[in-house]
């Protein structure tokens, strides 16, 4: 999730302070991604510095309220407009994780799979219990909490299909692992 483009679309209707932002983030995502209060105001530092919102005056408090300016609202209309892309996404540490565990001479990789597996299935439960005891017409959760549970379906399915491949290549050699020539000027120069 962008953070600074979700502090943007709340800005969309009206200026707002850092803690206003951050509880009506929380309250969209239903605090499914909490916010801490220096990661709003870092990021409402970085939009004000790239011109896509304006800090008002100064309030007796010490606040100021941020509002949107017309670059902030056409970064924001082309944040909606572009397609998250796979590529975009963070890395995907469990893989990598899997994927060295096979690498690295005596961890057990099903183990590994089974660990993953039972928090995962802990977490669906628990997700499932949330969306069960939500409240009808929070939409915005619904959809955060439905796009978690099927990500904890996909990543199950995901494991099975590690353990199968895992039982299929079981007994055969692990590969050796790869070299790289590195050139005698490049090796010089380390």
């Known amino acids: 999730m962008s953070i600074k483009h979700g ?100 961890v057990d990789v099903s183990a590994v799979v089974q660990r993953q597996r039972m928090s995962t299935m802990q977490s669906l439960q628990e997700l499932t219990r949330q969306k069960r005891n939500s409240a009808e017409g929070e939409i915005s959760w619904q959809l955060v909490i439905e796009s978690m549970i099927f990500g904890a379906e996909a990543e199950i399915r995901w494991l099975d299909h590690c353990e199968a491949m895992l039982l299929r290549h079981r007994g055969k050699p692990r590969p050796a692992p790869q070299t790289y020539d590195v050139p005698a000027e490049q090796e010089a120069r380390s």
């Open 7 to 106: 502090l943007l679309a709340l800005l969309q209707d009206e200026p707002k302070y850092g803690y206003q932002l951050r509880g009506e983030f929380e309250a969209a995502t239903g605090a499914t991604w909490p916010l801490n209060i220096g990661q709003v105001y870092t990021t409402l530092t970085r939009l004000e510095r790239d011109g896509f919102v304006l800090a008002g005056a100064t309030d007796e408090g010490g606040r100021s309220r941020y509002e949107i300016t017309d670059a902030g609202r056409t970064e924001l209309s082309n944040w909606f407009q572009t397609p998250v892309t796979r590529e975009s996404r963070p890395r995907d540490e469990l893989a990598i994780k899997l994927a060295l565990a096979l690498a690295v001479p005596g």
